[in-house]
């Protein structure tokens, strides 16, 4: 789980062979498909489990119930304006565009 955390907190994460990219899930978005908004669901519940558990730290706060069509809506945003990042895995890219939008306080 450690691994994972550390794997989360990394932007420049190369995807597997069968891992879905930032290139894929925009494809998936773009198309208003369920699999946009299942994926960034899965990846926001993960991050908040792992910061629940201590594992990460205040990856992101937001300050109302994170709906997942907002979600999409700044995944999406923030995968267009970076599109050299898109070949990356999407887990990461998601927690990045949301950590942008939600930033938690400095300690």
């Known amino acids: 789980m450690i691994g994972l955390a550390m794997m989360l907190a990394v932007q420049d994460v ?19 498909d369920a699999t946009c908004t299942a994926y ?16 990460t730290k205040g990856t992101f706060c937001p300050s109302a119930k994170l709906e997942p069509g907002l979600m999409a809506d ?6 267009r304006a970076h599109p050299q990042s898109q070949h990356m895995g999407a887990g990461p890219l998601v927690v990045t565009a949301v950590s942008k939008i939600f930033p938690c306080p400095k300690s």
């Open 14 to 32: 190369e995807p597997l062979d069968d891992y879905m990219t930032g290139t894929v899930l925009l494809a998936h978005c773009s198309a208003r």
């Open 40 to 55: 960034i669901e899965g990846v926001i519940d993960l991050q908040r489990t792992l910061d629940a558990y201590g594992l």
């Open 74 to 79: 700044i995944t999406v945003r923030w995968l």
